[in-house]
């Protein structure tokens, strides 16, 4: 239904930044949310962030809260995470899924991207 390219994951120390984006297409009419996922080895699947794509209303997990920015520009159907102060528990693969609503679970989303990894070294 949605396809999702991600792009922006890669190596930085600890208390840089990295902004990813994800690209939607497709009938990207169906899909009212977008939001941002991260796994780490190990671990399950963790929100990070939505964001509605028409009026911008942001979400953002605790982990995202006050170092992560959530954007999106409509014209371009890209939503992006700008990530500061990173910490190397932000290491993990970062998914962008489209959904109907509002949801903090990964469950509820209907369409992945591919991931990107990020890593942060200390």
């Known amino acids: 239904q949605v396809q999702l390219v991600e792009s922006g994951g890669g190596l930085v120390q600890a208390g840089g930044s990295l902004r990813l984006s994800c690209a939607a297409s497709g009938r990207t009419s169906s899909s009212n949310v977008m939001g941002w996922f991260r796994q780490a080895p190990g671990k399950a699947r963790e929100f990070v962030a939505a964001?509605?794509?028409?009026?911008?209303?942001?979400y953002y997990g605790d982990s995202a809260k006050g170092r992560f920015t959530l954007s999106r520009d409509n014209a371009k159907n890209t939503v992006y995470l700008q990530m500061n102060s990173l910490k190397p528990e932000d290491t993990a693969v970062y998914y962008c899924a489209a959904s109907r609503a509002v949801y903090f679970t990964p469950g509820r989303y209907d369409d992945w991207g591919q991931g990107t990894q990020v890593t942060v070294s200390s």
């Open positions: 964001i509605t794509w028409s009026a911008g209303r942001t």
